[in-house]
């Protein structure tokens, strides 16, 4: 015999995988979506760069800040360029609160970053986001 719970089914699952509320994953309001935003951050946003990324900033007069992630085939094969990208997504998604408001982030991460340590790479990209501070 089956009960019937009171809560959704949704609302359960995110209960049960610790998530909160939501599926975990960015809202589109917080990503550079177009060419022409990642070209603006790119022109006129103030550069910064460390051992595993290069970091293009730009203000962006809304109450939240927005990220784009880029790899190039420079980087190396599909399989690493992914990888990367979902470590940095992870790093970001959990660091958002401790993230300035106000600005559009581009990261690029570098070869150097697929060999550093999952802890190490989130140390080093909030500490150029200045979310240590």
């Known amino acids: 015999m089956r009960v019937a719970s009171a809560l959704p089914l949704s609302t359960i699952k995110c209960f049960a995988t610790g998530l909160g509320q939501g599926s975990g994953r ?11 935003q990642f070209r603006a951050v790119y ?3 103030a550069k910064k760069v460390s051992r595993s ?8 007069g809304l109450a939240h800040s927005r ?8 980087f190396g094969k599909a399989h690493d360029r992914n990888r990367v990208k979902r470590r ?14 106000g600005f559009d982030f581009v990261v690029n ?6 060999e550093r340590e999952f802890r ?10 200045g979310a240590g501070k």
Do not use: H, Y
């Open 88 to 101: 940095v997504r992870e790093i970001l998604r959990t660091s958002r609160p401790q993230i300035p408001a």
């Open 26 to 36: 960015i809202s589109k309001d917080f990503k550079l979506r177009s060419a022409e």
């Open 109 to 114: 991460p570098r070869r150097s970053a697929n």
């Open 67 to 74: 990220f784009g992630l880029t790899t190039s085939r420079k």
């Open 120 to 129: 190490e790479l989130g140390a080093e990209l909030l500490s150029l986001l």
């Open 53 to 60: 990324f290069v970091l293009f900033a730009l203000p962006n």
């Open 43 to 45: 022109e006129r946003g």
